[in-house]
């Protein structure tokens, strides 16, 4: 007898998978609130939120001289109008965030269920409950989790057979909008078209029109000026006044060498575990036309495979192919791995678990060199334990009394660095990690092979998933856990109160408070220098004043004007020393220290300055 038949024959109650589903849609509901209050604001998210109220109060257009748009408009509208009826600050800006988190998550697993069955979706809400970091992404208020939740919806509503033709009307709708949120997505609608063309023939034009009219309408709105957003497109001929031609240098520009964009790359693997590892996998093990299930699920499954790798592609040129932001490539991947696990959900029913010895020693050799990766990615983890430990003095390859650490042997034998190091010992250690999880695997196929329709190297493949998904929290390390024990969001707000009772309504404020201009949100009325929201990466060095801001950019000769004409200045702590000379006591007068700082990090209390 089968000896897993007994699993087989289980009559499990048809809500059960449901019901697992469920558990996971709260586990990541309660994670993400936790992130929402504990999780330091950044830049973007200041960015997203301070420019929304803004536009949405109609004190600047989106694209006006002085404020930079360099996102879609409906990256910066939402999240204003949400604070305009909610309330402007932190608080709503990450509750909203948490809202499209949770519907992304909701929205996957809608799609999973139709085209992967129960226990396929379930496993897909899974995949984001179990993923600290991510969840994390999600939870601030910034585009990630906006995308996320356009995407899944659209997918939703368009994937699989007999879709009504409003799903088909309501799919397109959202597929636009995705690209007016943030305009990387701009691949998604066409491929969309062509697939619902292809799989729901001519009922898809309400879809194309769809899509088309709310990309139209949004670009009339703000035309010309919106075109400044396409620069990137190649073999498009943008007008004179759309393309920032006032010269300057920008100051940021970080050396990064190739260590370092591996590091990025074995980061993203790391904390996309399932989207990344699945794509691949799903591409070795792509069966001929006659192995699918169905047609319906070949074109779903080209049409995911073509989204994902494509989007990519051209997210991996933008982070790890450049200088500016290596190390953006985890959270850009978060806008469209949804679509990379629904790939997996859509196709591991049709995979060719019988592969060719080439294609399982190719499986093998690419996971154990991800194993490796994973495990160098998370040195800044596991680096110092490892070269901690006790090693056995040696000489002439005799065993001398006594130990040494393995830091010791590293250092004097090789002279390598501490961060060096510890990057070696980590990706060794994943790279044995990764051949005893393959010899273990190896000793359980052969005792349940008969059973099985597998080839070690497919059912190897498996073991790492079903590993990788349930120790995914600690695959997550460090990476995963709170920023903070308090309450960022309960502190903005206190610092919020604490500059309403000093600085009056129409008083003009220059900004040095740090990354997140979040703490504006709380000061209505206030004129500030919108060039400054986008702190030092906004900053070129000379050029011309007036293009620099006709482009929401600054330099030094506008800083210099700014400093002479302020009112108030608020300045992070941490960045007080760079200040004081200028801060001459007969010239200005100090209040009050914020109670709290912006985060639980050192220096990032507020000091507030007033000119005489």
């Known amino acids: 007898m089968n000896r897993f038949a007994i699993f087989h024959k289980q009559n499990w109650p048809v809500w059960t998978a449901d019901a697992v589903a469920l558990v996971g849609l709260v586990l990541y509901f309660i994670q993400s609130m936790v992130f929402a209050h504990t999780t330091v604001s950044n830049l973007d998210e200041g960015a997203y939120l301070l420019k929304g109220l803004l536009f949405a109060t109609g004190e600047y257009r989106p694209f006006d001289p002085g404020i930079s748009t360099n996102k879609a408009p409906l990256a910066f509208l939402i999240p204003g109008y949400v604070q305009l009826i909610f309330g402007p600050g932190l608080r709503t800006g990450r509750y909203l965030a948490v809202f499209f988190g949770v519907m992304a998550v909701l929205g996957t697993w809608v799609a999973a269920r139709r085209i992967g069955g129960k226990w396929l979706a379930a496993g897909a809400v899974w995949v984001f409950a179990s993923s ?340 995914s929290p600690v695959l997550h390390g460090s990476m995963g856990a709170k920023d903070c024990a308090s309450d960022v969001i309960l502190a903005n707000e206190q610092i919020g109160d604490h500059l309403k009772g000093i600085i009056p309504q129409g008083s003009l404020v220059y900004w040095d408070g740090g990354l997140s201009a979040a703490p504006f949100l709380y000061l209505p009325g206030v004129r500030i220098f919108p060039p400054q929201i986008n702190s030092a990466y906004s900053f070129l060095s000379n050029g011309n004043t007036a293009e620099l801001f006709r482009f929401g950019l600054w330099n030094e000769e506008m800083d210099a004007e700014w400093k002479a004409t302020a009112d108030f200045f608020i300045i992070e702590d941490g960045r007080y020393d760079a200040w004081m000379e200028f801060f001459n006591p007969q010239q200005f007068d100090e209040f009050a220290r914020s109670p709290v700082g912006t985060s639980c990090l050192e220096g990032s209390s507020l000091r507030i300055f007033r000119r005489k």
């Open 132 to 471: 600290p970091v991510i969840i994390k992404i999600y939870s601030g208020g910034a585009t990630q989790g906006t995308i996320a939740c356009l995407l899944a919806w659209s997918l939703a509503l368009s994937l699989g057979e007999k879709r009504p033709l409003w799903q088909l009307i309501l799919s397109g709708f959202l597929a636009g909008l995705t690209m007016l949120v943030r305009q990387n997505m701009l691949p998604f609608l066409p491929l969309l078209v062509l697939y619902a063309f292809w799989q729901h023939g001519w009922k898809s034009i309400g879809l194309f029109l769809s899509g088309l009219t709310v990309v139209a309408v949004v670009h009339i709105m703000y035309w010309p000026e919106i075109l400044q957003l396409w620069y990137w497109v190649p073999l498009i001929q943008l007008p004179a006044q759309t393309v920032y031609s006032g010269g300057g240098t920008i100051i940021w520009r970080p050396e990064i060498h190739l260590d370092s964009r591996m590091l990025s790359i074995f980061q993203a693997v790391r904390f996309h575990f399932i989207a990344l590892v699945g794509s691949i996998i799903s591409l070795l093990l792509w069966p001929k036309l006659s192995g699918w299930k169905s047609r319906a699920d070949f074109r779903a499954s080209l049409f995911l495979l073509f989204l994902f790798w494509g989007l990519l592609y051209m997210h991996a040129m933008a982070s790890i192919g450049q200088d500016y932001c290596v190390f953006c490539f985890t959270p850009y991947i978060a806008f469209f791995n949804v679509a990379g696990i629904l790939l997996m959900v859509v196709s591991i029913k049709s995979w060719n678990w019988r592969p060719s010895i080439a294609v399982q020693t190719l499986l093998i050799i690419i996971l154990l060199v991800i194993i490796a990766g994973v495990g160098f990615s998370a040195f800044e983890d596991i680096g110092n334990p490892l070269l901690n430990l006790p090693a056995p003095r040696m000489r002439d390859l005799r065993i001398l009394p006594g130990f040494v650490t393995w830091w010791e042997i590293l250092s004097n034998r090789f002279h390598l660095s501490r961060n060096s190091a510890m990057r070696y010992a980590s990706a060794a250690f994943g790279f044995v990690v990764g051949v005893l999880i393959m010899l273990m695997g190896y000793m359980i196929w052969r005792l349940v092979r008969r059973d099985l329709p597998a080839k070690f190297g497919t059912f190897f493949a498996s073991m790492v998933f079903v590993l990788a998904l349930v120790i």
